[in-house]
Every structure is written in structure tokens, then in C-alpha cells.
């Protein structure tokens, strides 16, 4: 048998064509019933139908997709595949018998080909029609399961557009019952703002008027102002020029005077009602006042400036004359002013010399002094309260008290101690002299000797001493508890 090169699905379909026992006339009906019950078609958007066409086609690929049972995983399966039995072996023949082809099986086999013929009721054949036949049949199932599904899924958009329907009527004529009304307000507002424009063209041509009003008087101010400014610099002038006994008799009077011109100037230069009030007051307050004035006719305004010109000449002559020698004192002074400062310098830079001078020499007058300290105390240290000199004034206080028969004295000093020992050692070595040097050396042998017994006792004492110190700290230890941190486990 030669294997087919066709798909599973390609097999159902030219199985289902080929036989006409596996066709159901059921599905014919059941598509003329649905397109009885289709409801009327109702008027849809471009976008929606497009929409739908793609769900639609989405939904095909995959129907195609999973048409054939067995294109699924066997979770999914709505039939699965039979399982496989294996044959029975046939007892090998006896061979002492003589069989032929045609005796095992006579319907598979001819003597001619010598070779299986497959019949047509054939048990695998029976099943691949059962199968086919079942496929079939689930197929047209699924089917008619899809078709209920685009049946209920068309049902349910049919009932959303009929709502949509409804509520697009209701916007409608809300919307009208809208427009209408703000056509009504539109028009009362239209009336309000032809009537408001009417009153703000009659309010600015009188704006206009006051406006060209308002300009004319404040240039009549102005010009007022400036010859007011103009008669306040020539009174200044005037009472700069009287004399002082004058200005001390009417000082107050010309202060007064001064405060009310400024006040009036600053009052002038606004324009604001409340300050038109002020500046009438001030103005009355400034006519009330007596004018008070040294030069009261221009004559004697003329005779005064003509002296002030006779001082003035006078003076120019006298400058004049000391012109040349007021420019030389200037020099010499402008001389005198650049010398000193150069002096100045030169000893600002000799004194900051001088001050970093004593400044390095303070702090290495610190740095010695602090050295000579440290040098001093380990000196005393080292002479007084060091361990090798205690243990010297020890030895010297033992070995003084060992010549003497003295008891050991905290007053005894070392100095007074090495005196009285130095004299005692003068004093034996002058007995010594007079000695025989034979008996003296057995003397100082068998001395030395002793010393040096005593000193192995003491040495085998001190180790003695240690052991003894090291068993009773090991043996105390054994009997106390131990100080680590023992664990406790269940």
C-alpha cells in the first residue's frame, strides 16, 4: 500500500464528496429555516460592518482550522482514536506437515501473485467508513452549534440597535427642544447688547468731552507750575543772598514758607479729588502768610550784587597775584603727600617682615619648649620615678641599712645615702691596704661563693614559686564552672 501524500482535512473532504451515505440532507433544511427566521436587515455603519466582517472571517480561519476532531489535542478531542490491539501470533506450523499458501489464508493470498489481496469487507476498511461516518457526523454537529451561536450573537445586536434607536429619538428631540430655547435667549441677549452699546457710545462721547476739558485746564496748570518753580528759585536766591542775622531772625518764617511751595508742587503734580481739597487749603495757608524779605526793592538788590562784584574782582586779583606761589605750595605738597606715603609703604613692609619674623620665631619658641619639656620629663622620669631608679634607691637603701644596721627611712635621699657608703668603702679599703693581699682574695672568694649559692636558691625558689602559682590557678579553674556559653538542645 502506498501512502497518501494528501492532509487529514483534504481526506475528510474527498471522503465526504466521494460518498454520498455520509451526506446529511438536515443541514439544507436547517439553512433554509435560518434564513426564514433572519429578522429584516437593518441599516448599519460602514465602520460595523467592517468590523464584523473581520470578526467573521477570524472566526472561519479558525473554524477551518479546527474542522477535523483530530487536528485538536486529545484534551480537546471530541472523539478520540481507538486503541490499537495487537494481533494474535499463529502457532508456527508443525514441520513435518506439507501446507501450502492457499491453506493459511486462501481469501489474502493466490498461487499466482503470491502476494496479499486486500477484500473488500475488509474489517479495516468497516472502521475507516465508521470513522469517516462519525467525523461526519460531528462536523455537522459543530456545525449547527455555530449556527445557533450567529443565530443568538445577530438576536442580541438586533435588540442593541433597537435601544440605540429609541435613545438616539430621545437625543433628538431634546436636542431640538434645546435649540430652541437658546434661540430665544440668543435673541433677548442680542436686544440687551444693542441696547448696552447704544448707552456706551452716548458714555464715551461725553468721556471725550470732559477728556478735552480735563487736557485744557491741566496745561493751564502746568504753565502755572513752571513760573511757580521759577518765583521759588528766585526767593531761594534772594534768601541765600541776605544776610545771616536775617536768616537766624526768620528762619521759622522761611521754613513754613518752604514746606507749604513743596507741598504745593508735589499737590500740583496730581491729580486725584481729594488732594484738589489739600491743595486749596495749602494754597490759602501760603496767602495768609506776610512776606518777609530782606531785599524789599530791586535797588538794593542792585547795590548789593554790585559789592558782591567788587569782592569778587578783589578776590580774582588776589588770586591772581598768589596764583604762582599757591601752584608751587601744591606741588610740594603733592611732593611731600607721595613721599610720605612712599615712607608709609616702605615701613608697612618692614613691620610685616618684622611681624612674620616674630611670628616664626614664637613658634619655634613653642616647638622648643615643648621639646625641652618632653626632654625634662623623661629625664626626672628616667632619674626619679623610673623602675631602674626606684630599684637603684632600693638597693643602695638595703645595702646602707646592711652596713649601718639603720632601718629603711621614705626620708633618706639617694645623694645622702651613696655619701655614707662611699665614706665606708674609703674606710675598709684603707683597712684593706694594711692587710695580706693571700688572705684577702680566700676572703673575697669564699664571699663569692656564698653569693652565688644564695643566688641559685633564690633562682630555683623562683620557679618553684611559679609552679606552685600555675597548679593552684588550674586546680581553682577545675572546680569553678567554665564562663563559655554552653547550648542546651532538646
Not at 172 to 195: G, I, P
Not at 247 to 275: F, G, M, N, V, W
Not at 368 to 391: D, G, H, M, W
Not at 441 to 449: C, D, E, G, L, V
Amino acid at each position: 500500500m502506498k501512502k497518501s501524500k494528501l492532509s487529514s482535512q483534504e481526506l475528510f473532504k474527498t471522503v465526504r464528496t466521494s460518498r454520498s451515505v455520509l451526506k446529511l440532507p438536515e443541514l439544507d433544511t436547517s439553512a433554509k429555516c435560518c434564513d426564514e427566521n433572519v429578522p429584516p436587515q437593518v441599516p448599519v455603519s460602514h465602520d460595523y460592518k467592517k468590523k464584523l466582517i473581520k470578526t467573521r472571517e477570524r472566526e472561519m480561519k479558525e473554524e477551518e482550522e479546527y474542522r477535523n476532531p483530530y487536528t485538536l489535542p486529545e484534551r480537546l478531542r471530541v472523539i478520540t482514536k481507538g486503541v490499537k490491539h495487537h494481533r494474535k501470533k499463529h502457532d508456527p506450523p508443525v514441520p513435518d506437515e506439507i501446507h501450502t499458501v492457499c491453506d493459511i489464508d486462501p481469501e489474502f493470498f493466490t498461487l499466482v501473485e503470491g502476494r496479499p489481496v486486500r477484500s473488500f469487507c475488509d474489517i479495516k476498511a468497516f472502521m475507516r467508513d465508521l470513522r469517516d461516518a462519525t467525523l461526519l457526523r460531528a462536523n455537522a454537529g459543530y456545525i449547527n452549534d455555530k449556527i445557533l451561536q450567529i443565530d443568538m450573537f445577530t438576536f442580541k445586536e438586533r435588540e442593541e440597535f433597537e435601544q440605540i434607536n429609541r435613545d438616539f429619538e430621545k437625543i433628538n428631540q431634546n436636542f431640538m427642544v434645546f435649540a430652541e430655547q437658546s434661540f430665544t435667549d440668543a435673541k433677548h441677549v442680542m436686544k440687551l447688547a444693542k441696547e448696552t452699546s447704544m448707552q456706551l457710545a452716548n458714555v464715551t462721547d461725553q468721556l471725550e468731552e470732559y477728556s478735552f476739558v480735563f487736557i485744557k485746564i491741566k496745561n493751564k496748570l502746568i504753565n502755572i507750575v513752571a513760573e511757580y518753580d521759577q518765583l521759588s528759585q528766585y526767593k531761594k536766591f534772594l534768601t541765600e543772598i541776605s544776610p545771616k542775622w536775617w536768616h537766624k531772625r526768620y528762619a521759622s518764617h522761611c521754613e513754613k514758607a518752604d514746606k507749604l511751595c513743596s507741598r504745593l508742587l508735589t499737590q500740583l503734580q496730581t491729580e486725584t479729588p481729594e488732594i484738589s481739597t489739600l491743595y486749596s487749603q495749602s494754597a490759602l495757608s501760603l496767602a495768609q502768610l506776610p512776606p518777609e524779605l530782606y531785599f524789599k526793592r530791586p535797588s538794593q538788590l542792585i547795590t548789593h550784587l554790585e559789592s558782591v562784584c567788587r569782592q569778587c574782582l578783589n578776590y580774582l586779583e588776589i588770586c591772581g597775584i598768589f596764583s604762582g606761589s599757591f601752584y608751587k605750595i601744591n606741588m610740594e605738597k603733592r611732593h611731600f603727600e607721595d613721599a610720605i606715603h612712599d615712607h608709609a609703604t616702605h615701613m608697612q613692609y618692614i613691620i610685616d617682615i618684622f611681624q612674620k619674623k616674630v611670628k616664626n620665631l614664637e613658634v619655634t619658641c613653642d616647638i622648643f619648649k615643648e621639646r625641652f619639656n618632653t626632654i625634662l620629663e623623661k629625664v626626672i622620669y628616667e632619674l626619679v620615678a623610673s623602675y631602674e631608679s626606684s630599684k637603684l634607691f632600693m638597693c643602695v637603701q638595703f645595702v646602707h641599712s646592711g652596713l649601718y644596721g639603720f632601718k629603711p627611712d621614705h626620708r633618706d635621699s639617694l645623694t645622702a645615702l651613696m655619701v655614707n657608703i662611699e665614706r665606708y668603702y674609703d674606710e675598709i679599703s684603707k683597712e684593706i691596704d694594711s692587710l695580706d693581699l693571700i688572705v684577702v682574695k680566700k676572703a673575697t672568694r669564699q664571699i663569692f661563693n656564698e653569693d652565688k649559692r644564695a643566688m641559685a636558691e633564690a633562682h630555683l625558689a623562683r620557679t618553684k614559686l611559679k609552679e606552685y602559682y600555675f597548679l593552684h590557678k588550674s586546680l581553682r579553674k577545675s572546680y569553678e564552672p567554665s564562663k563559655m556559653k554552653t547550648r542546651w538542645y532538646n
